[in-house]
């Protein structure tokens, strides 16, 4: 239960029904193709390495070699940063 009511404050349609609407992950993921529904593209992580293999990297790596996470589901920022284009165009100049 909410503190205050939102009635007054939603939308309603052409029928004056309530427009609200609901997703699990799961929907998410069908509807959307979010992998497990995460809007940032997988759990959320540490910025900082939690392995050895990861000290000195930029967090934006993957399992190849010329392929860059530079998105949301780059280790360090995502969101709306900016940071993971940041880390991986730096990565790409260390190639």
Request: with cysteine; proline share 5%; glycine share 14%.
């Amino acid at each position: 239960m909410l503190a205050e009511p939102i009635e007054d404050v939603i939308l309603r349609d052409g029928n004056g029904d309530l427009c609200i609407e609901a997703k699990t992950p799961l929907d998410l993921e069908a509807d959307l193709g979010l992998p497990g529904g995460h809007i940032f593209h997988r759990s959320l992580q540490w910025p900082w390495a939690q392995n050895q293999a990861e000290v000195g990297t930029w967090g934006v790596e993957t399992a190849y070699e010329r392929v860059l996470v530079c998105g949301a589901g780059a280790r360090r920022g995502g969101g709306v940063s900016g940071i993971p284009g940041h880390n991986a165009a730096q990565r790409v100049l260390e190639m």
